[in-house]
């Protein structure tokens, strides 16, 4: 068999497997408040296959009165509605508060979740085990738009290059 067309195959493969690599994928989120004029950022990861937030989530909420604050502990993902989904998210210290965001998702699930916008969202007081879902009491921020966008993973990105890398080296030897 000839070279180029072993690092044509080999390419090929790389680049089959860069495309399904990813399990778990990790989502960088950032937006504002309509009230008051503060932002968020961060990430999260999802395990898109198995409907769920692994654990690892870390969102900053600047500028919020009190702030700034850090929520890492997911409390709970609920469906809202048929192409949304909110995460519930707490700040696990003093004062106890909820940030809680609605995302677009095309299946209502982070079952196959590739990113979204984010359509509202609010921090507001979180006692214990009640989550509160709207901004009437203890509101320290609502209006929250934004964005939530997958991060390529590194081991993907080493794939798709290897893939490139090879084709490039075949698509020389045949120019010579």
């Keep these: 068999m000839r070279k180029t067309t072993i690092v044509g195959l080999a390419s090929w493969l ?18 504002h408040f309509a009230i008051p004029t503060e ?18 989530i870390d969102i900053d909420v600047l500028g919020v009165p009190g702030g700034p604050f850090n929520f890492y502990n997911l409390f709970d993902v609920i469906p ?7 995460l519930q998210l707490t700040n696990g210290a003093s004062p106890d508060l909820g940030f809680a965001l609605t995302v677009t998702s095309s299946t209502g699930s982070l079952s196959g979740f590739t990113g979204g916008t984010i359509t ?15 901004c009437a009491i203890g509101c320290l921020a609502s209006g929250a738009t934004g964005s939530v966008d997958p991060v390529p993973a ?19 030897g045949r120019l010579r």
Excluded: E, H, K, Y
């Design 154 to 172: 590194p081991a993907t990105l080493v794939l798709l290059g290897l893939g490139i890398s090879g084709l490039l080296v075949g698509l020389r």
């Design 39 to 56: 932002t968020f950022t961060g990430t999260f990861t999802v395990d898109t296959a198995g409907n769920i937030v692994p654990g690892s």
């Design 14 to 31: 790389f680049l089959s497997i860069a495309g399904v690599a990813q399990a778990d994928t990790i989502f960088d989120t950032s937006g």
């Design 80 to 86: 809202a509605g048929s192409s949304a989904v909110t």
């Design 120 to 134: 509202n969202g609010f921090v507001a007081s979180f006692s214990g085990s009640t989550f509160q879902m709207t």
